[in-house]
Nanobody, 117 residues
Framework: QVWFVESGGGLVQPGGSLRLSCGTS????????MGWYRQAPGKQRELVAS???????NYADSVKGRFTISRDNAKNTVYLQMNGLKPEDAAVYYC???????????WGQGTQVTVSS
């Protein structure tokens, strides 16, 4: 079963913006804190941002002030607005619960973000 469906990635120039979306089931969305993660080639997957069911947000230091996580409870969707993109932001972006409940839910396919001029 596919639990998380990410979309919105693409190729953008440095300084550009993208908005990522992640849809999931209501049973997950309504209960868990959600997170956006990313994995660049040769690097470990890292947490980029998280948002609780109450809307409390946390960000990795590397994206503070540039990325904004949000959630639409009616659509069971979590978003990641990414502004001021840098080459080092290039990665495959995934969403999952935070922390990831990997014994219950597999990772989705992710969405590729490429930042290049």
């Amino acid at each position: 079963q596919v639990w998380f469906v990410e979309s919105g990635g693409g190729l953008v120039q440095p300084g550009g913006s993208l908005r990522l979306s992640c849809g999931t089931s209501g049973s997950i969305f309504s209960i868990y804190t959600m997170g956006w993660y990313r994995q660049a080639p040769g690097k470990q997957r890292e947490l980029v941002a998280s948002i609780t069911t109450f809307g409390n947000r946390n960000y990795a230091d590397s994206v503070k002030g540039r990325f904004t996580i949000s959630r639409d409870n009616a659509k069971n969707t979590v978003y990641l607005q990414m502004n001021g993109l840098k080459p080092e932001d290039a990665a495959v972006y995934y969403c999952h619960t935070h922390p990831p409940l990997l014994g219950y839910y597999d990772w989705g396919q992710g969405t590729q973000v490429t930042v290049s001029s």
